[in-house]
Nanobody
Framework: QVQLVESGGNLVQAGGSLRLSCVVS????????MAWYRQPPGKQRELVAT???????????SYADSVKGRFTISRDVAKNTVYLQMDSLKPEDTAVYYC????????WGQGTQVTVSS
């Protein structure tokens, strides 16, 4: 059974940075495309960034237009962990952030709250 545990969220001022972590158990992150999602207050969950499966540097990444150039998704195969580096944060980035598979999502973790103050 796949389990996802997100962490790293916090309250930060606009322009600041955070790095989110997602520890994955029950599967190997290098074998599946993974993604970060977010759910802003009162809105639906949306896709933020994806990272493809594969070894070494043979994988692709993609980003929502709203975060392109500011967020970076990565993974550590040895730690079986997926990261989201978030720079130049804006108040509209405020949301609960989740990681999951990029396709055919599994049970969601608890997420991690990111709050960006203006």
């Amino acid at each position: 059974q796949v389990q996802l545990v997100e962490s790293g969220g916090n309250l930060v001022q606009a322009g600041g940075s955070l790095r989110l972590s997602c520890v994955v158990s029950g599967m190997l992150v290098r074998t599946k495309a993974m993604a970060w999602y977010r759910q802003p207050p009162g809105k639906q969950r949306e896709l933020v960034a994806t990272i493809g499966s594969g070894y070494g540097t043979l994988y692709s990444t993609s980003y929502a237009d709203s975060v392109k150039g500011r967020f970076t998704i990565s993974r550590d195969v040895a730690k079986n962990t997926v990261y989201l580096q978030m720079d130049s944060l804006k108040p509209e980035d405020t949301a609960v952030y989740y990681c999951n598979l990029a396709r055919s999502t599994v049970a969601w973790g608890q997420g991690t709250q990111v709050t960006v103050s203006s």
